[in-house]
């Protein structure tokens, strides 16, 4: 039996006398798509007449895993969907399940998590920025870019144990506290090593007329188009929409008063650009990445001390050991808590929540029925979204713009087929 | 009855793969093909990443400057099978992909080696569901397997050295020879324990 | 605000009767902010057609559409629903919309008319699930093979599956 591939040819029609017009396809095995996308390309030359996208290549049932793992184990699923960026999915999916709980998390906790956030938003666009070299044929962009992530996954080895599939939120809190002296090592880093990566990433791309000429007037999107294409981050603020959920819906340090004490939200600004194609969406990009910057900066002159996690009476987190050893209360939450037949208990309803992640804009729609797993989780993946505009962006262009244009989209597999 | 003078000098050797008389000529090609053909063999492996998911980016990440596998000669990730001699699955493998990574292996020229990276690649990892193939040694032989979610970049160095172990004792065979199995443990049994099929020498 | 677009929608479709509902009312008694309303199949069109164009609403992108199956959810009267995300980019604000849908053969009215960026969204959904789209330009499966017979987000779907993930042939070293 095995898998059948035949796709109904819902755009492949033939004219008469086209005579050089033929099927290229293109995957679910070759290195300009990352990883696993195919492409089935009606070509004429090299001119790409229509393409009918083929997905599902990673699809593991995510959404389906999510129905039998609970709140807290879930987490660890989360990392495997964006993995350039695994915290800020993290980060998106606890936001949405204390929204569902009802919890407000404490100050330091939003802190940590924003500086998170921001660094997954650095290392996430330092790969697009990186694979814009390299799927263009210049392979050196990309080893500089990549060159400055593994500070990243030094940070984060450091903060939570793993380089990489981090799982490091849990409900109504995170899994440890930050080591001493990670704050300062996190400002060194955007200080000094940041700056000069992207630097020699422009000074290698912007100025080569090459890569100009290749990237200018390619795959472009209009403005309209992308609010009707329900597109989001990079390549909606390409096309000059302006709409970023840290501004319009705010969460974490973004939002004003995030510590009950009135401290006011992160400065930062927006990147948008008007031409809506590749070059606009990595210059966004490179933005963003300058801006992220400036908002690490900015929480960790703010971060406040004390505990991670809410209360043990919120009923959500563990208690620390010493109360757990020391009072009955204590060891009471403890075993609430772990015991497979207890567990969680959340209130029956749904709750959305929406982060921005450098794809774009992650949310998780969460339905509960009161027990330890979720109902449904319901992920809505900006990559999926953003692919579905590709087709159109495609068309009219040659067979060389498809990984340029491809790798602006930024599509990152797992988080396309879940 | 006399012996034969060619019979009173062979010795019966045994290798991991089999066991053949060996005759002085026997040695001197033994030697050429360890030393030379399979020296050669073992430090220039070419990769053919087949990266599916996130294991994928902690092998891009060992062909980086950091961890660079260009040390190991196996820098030159060529995509396309004909020209690759090991085969590096990295990430999971759901079902819609299987027939796709099995007609690459086909499409591989002999000698040919694959390394299972990662915990979704050996046995399904955390994906126990309706789509994920638990573990491709299911369809496709394997030589070694790299654990870890994903695995660091200093463990699939191991498991490519390990590899190269293999390559330099298996000596040069043809697919015929090979059968199931090759004999390699890469750590010691204990006494007493039963191996599974396929582990701990010729069953 | 919402409200204003609940009143809205009460005071064009009279008949539907249109009321706000909470996604999720917590136990002490505070509300999510997050408002739905319930749709009846037939006339979806005509509200999303609304939702999207009024004055009043302007609700210019569809942010999500997912599918929920409540075959195991206390108290439940329909088998399945769709929910719509809508957003709107003038005003700032979200709605929710559901439509129910039961089986046999669950089919409702598509909305790649009005928003485009529905249409992989409602093909992923007829793939989970297996409701239909009517007026949807190409309703097939997307993620999983073409040949598959089951909607897997059925909560009479089991996890492991049916056996599809095992069905292979065996590729050995002889077959070089």
Known sequence: ?418 | MELNQQQQKTEVVSTGGGEFAATRLDYLVDGIRKYGINWARRHSLWPMPFATACCGIELMATGASRYDVARFGAEAMRFTPRQCDLLICAGRVVMKMMPVLQRIYLQMTEPKWVISMGACASSGGVFDTYAVVQGIDQFLPVDVYVPGCPPRPETLLEGIMAVQRIVAADGVKTSQERGRGLGIVIQPARQGVELGPGLGGKS | MTIDVIGALQAEFGELEFEARSLMRYADGRDSGQLWVRVPAERLLDVMKFLRHDGRCKFEQLSDLGGIDYLNFPDADDRFAVTYNLLSHTYNHRLWVKVFVNDPEPAIPSVTGIWRGAEWLEREVYDMFGIRFTGHPDLRRILLPQNFVDHPLRKDYPLRGKGEREDFERVTREMA
């Open chain 1, 1 to 418: 039996m095995g898998v059948s591939y035949e796709l109904k040819p819902t755009t492949l029609t033939r004219e008469e006398g086209s005579e050089e017009r033929w099927v290229l396809n293109f995957g679910p095995q070759h290195p300009a798509t990352h990883t696993t996308l195919r492409l089935l390309m009606e070509v004429e030359g090299e001119r790409i007449v229509s393409c009918t996208p083929d997905i599902g290549f990673l699809h593991s049932g995510f959404e389906k895993l999510g129905e039998h793992l609970d709140y807290n184990q879930y987490v660890v699923v989360t990392d495997r969907m964006n993995y350039v960026s695994p915290i800020a999915n993290n980060v998106a999916f606890h936001g949405a399940v204390e929204k569902l709980f009802g919890l407000e998390v404490t100050p330091r906790c939003k802190a940590i998590r924003t500086i998170c956030a921001e660094l997954a938003r650095i290392q996430d666009h330092l790969v697009c920025i990186a694979c814009t070299g390299l799927d263009l044929g210049g392979l050196t962009a990309f080893l500089y870019g990549f060159n400055a992530r593994e500070t990243i996954y030094d940070l984060f080895e450091q903060l939570c144990g793993a380089r990489f599939t981090t799982s490091y939120t849990r409900v109504g809190g995170l899994a440890q506290d930050a080591p001493a002296g990670w704050f300062e090592r996190v400002v060194k880093y955007v200080r000094e090593e940041v700056p000069p990566a992207i630097k020699d990433v422009e000074t290698l791309l912007l100025r080569n007329r090459i890569f100009l000429e290749r990237v200018k007037g390619i795959g472009v999107v209009s403005h309209d188009d992308a609010i009707s294409w329900s597109l989001t981050g990079p390549m909606a603020r390409g096309s000059g929409v302006r709409r970023d959920v840290r501004k319009d819906e705010p969460y974490l340090c973004y939002a004003d008063n995030w510590d009950g004490e009135g401290a006011p939200a992160v400065e930062f600004k927006v990147p948008v650009a008007r031409g809506g194609d590749i070059l606009s969406r990595f210059l966004v990009r490179i933005e963003e990445v300058h801006q992220a910057c400036r908002i690490i900066e900015q929480v960790v002159e703010m971060m406040p001390a004390g505990p991670i996690n809410v209360l043990p009476e919120e009923r959500a987190t563990l208690p620390n050991k010493r109360e757990i050893y020391f009072s009955i209360e204590g060891l009471i939450h403890h075993f609430e808590r772990i015991m497979t037949n207890r567990g969680f208990e959340p209130p029956v309803g749904e709750a959305y929540f929406a982060n921005e992640t450098p794809n774009g804009e992650l949310g998780f729609h969460l339905v509960s029925d009161g027990g330890r797993c979720a109902y449904r989780v319901r992920c809505r993946p900006p990559s999926f979204i953003n692919y579905q505009v590709f087709p159109h962006l495609i068309v009219g262009h040659q067979i060389s713009d498809v990984p340029a244009v491809l790798n602006s989209v930024n599509i990152i597999a797992a988080e396309l087929d879940r």
